[in-house]
């Protein structure tokens, strides 16, 4: 397994504020599968600071519908609000 990633900076302070709203929902949804904490994996070598982390956001559309509409209504958005917000970024990347 392997990937290769990027840094991409966020055009605005609202898609910093809902991506980094998004990453805690997903922290407390999908625990890490070695049981440790994930920003504790995150900051293993260096202090993770002002950076999300898109592979668990990713996995927002893994999730079954209920939990998603549950964080949907958290964010104030619908659950494809959230998957088209996470294309959208995707694609700008590609």
Not at 56 to 73: F, G, M, N, R, W
């Amino acid at each position: 397994l392997g990937a290769v990633g990027a840094f991409y900076p966020f055009a605005s302070r609202e898609e910093v504020d809902f991506f980094q709203h998004l990453e805690m929902f997903m922290r407390s949804e999908k625990p890490p599968l070695c049981g440790r904490d994930h920003m504790m994996y995150r900051s293993y070598h260096f202090p993770v600071q002002n950076c999300v982390d898109g592979d668990l956001c990713e996995q927002y559309v893994t999730l079954p519908l209920d939990k998603q509409k549950v964080i949907a209504s958290e964010l104030d958005r619908t659950p494809a609000e959230i998957i088209k917000k996470l294309e959208d970024l995707r694609n700008k990347l590609l």
